[in-house]
């Protein structure tokens, strides 16, 4: 009912940038959360960034000061802009977009597929 799907994901060498985007569609009413997360081999799932419907950011300590989350709420899009990445950030992204799916109240909360983010040393 309601698809995600990112892109931007590549090869990268460490000190370097790439600018993850994140489009959802389908039977949106509105959208109230977005947020990046990422999986490396033999690591939990973690919280990367997020954006709220209100623009309040959240990201993980070891990424604050690199990485910028922002959103564009008319086309349903979220951002990721990846600065001065290192080999540790080498990971599977995944975005996730929580809200609502019609006007009875209904809620969604879907997870896209991922893109690949490989950072050379």
């Known amino acids: 009912q309601v698809q995600v799907v990112e892109s931007g994901g590549g090869l990268v060498q460490a000190g370097g940038s790439l600018r993850l985007s994140c489009e959802a569609s389908?039977?949106?009413?509105?959208?109230?959360?977005m947020g990046w997360y990422r999986q490396a081999p033999g690591k939990q799932r973690e919280l990367v960034a997020s954006i709220t419907s209100g623009a309040n950011t959240d990201y993980v300590d070891s990424v604050k000061g690199r990485f910028t989350i922002s959103r564009d709420s008319a086309e349903n899009t979220v951002y990721l802009q990846m600065d001065s990445l290192k080999p540790e950030d080498t990971a599977v992204y995944y975005c996730?977009?929580?809200?609502?799916?019609?006007?009875?109240?209904?809620?969604?909360?879907?997870w896209g597929r991922g893109t690949q983010v490989t950072v050379s040393s």
């Open positions: 389908g039977n949106i009413v509105s959208i109230e959360y």
């Open positions: 996730k977009v929580e809200g609502r799916s019609n006007d009875w109240g209904d809620r969604f909360g879907s």
